[in-house]
């Protein structure tokens, strides 16, 4: 049985990770419940492939940021990553409602989303969101009245962004990590961040 009440009202926990400068913004869901977290920050949870994605891409070693014999993720590699390459991140869902009790976005009721607007206002050089999932993907869709595009396709928006559909880094997504890291590569290619 999970400790998590299915009838409270989640608020995100942390407030969005802005380096100066920043030109893309990643837009996950929301965390998983704080007992999976293995650091105070986005993609906590081991189980995931974000951190291990970013590694493969941008260190060439899908442990770059992950320290194998301690268990945990070098959080300030991480962060010196992101304001190095001016990659923003955030969720989608500011108020969320956990209807079974575990972090499946499937599961997972979004009762107030990301004030995105507020959020891009912040980041004047963004010119590019990417969105980690199909759920991050609709809600994105729905506060810029966009269509939602395909896997790893990406639409353009009035303001000069470009939003990009990438494939969920949950485990519970069946796509090898090489196979995500080529999506999410194109993504950083296109926006200007490697070559």
């Known amino acids: 049985m999970s400790d998590i009440d299915i009838n409270e009202i989640e608020i995100h926990p942390w407030e969005p990770f ?16 704080a007992h999976r977290w293995s650091m105070d920050f986005y993609y906590p949870n081991r189980t995931n492939d974000f951190w291990f994605m970013m590694g493969l891409i941008f260190c060439g ?16 590699a991480i962060k010196a990553l992101l304001a190095d390459k001016k990659i923003a991140l955030n ?8 209807l079974k009790g575990n972090a499946s976005d499937k599961f997972l009721e979004i009762i ?8 891009l206002e912040r980041m004047p050089d963004c010119h590019t969101i990417a ?6 993907a609709g809600v994105v869709a729905e506060l810029t009245g966009t269509p939602i595009p395909k896997m790893g396709g990406h ?15 949950s485990r519970a997504y069946p796509l090898p990590l ?15 961040i490697i070559p």
């Open 18 to 33: 802005i380096p100066s400068g920043a030109k893309v913004l990643v837009l996950g869901t929301f965390p998983p419940g």
């Open 61 to 76: 070693d899908r442990d770059a940021f992950y320290d194998r014999s301690k268990k945990q993720f070098n959080l300030d």
């Open 91 to 98: 969720d989608t869902g500011y108020k969320v409602r956990r």
């Open 112 to 119: 107030e989303p990301v004030n995105l607007q507020a959020l």
């Open 131 to 136: 969105t980690t999932g199909e759920k991050a």
């Open 155 to 169: 639409t353009d928006i009035s303001e000069g962004i470009r939003i990009w559909r990438m494939p969920s880094t």
């Open 178 to 192: 090489d196979k995500k890291a080529e999506y999410y590569r194109l993504l950083f290619a296109d926006a200007g």
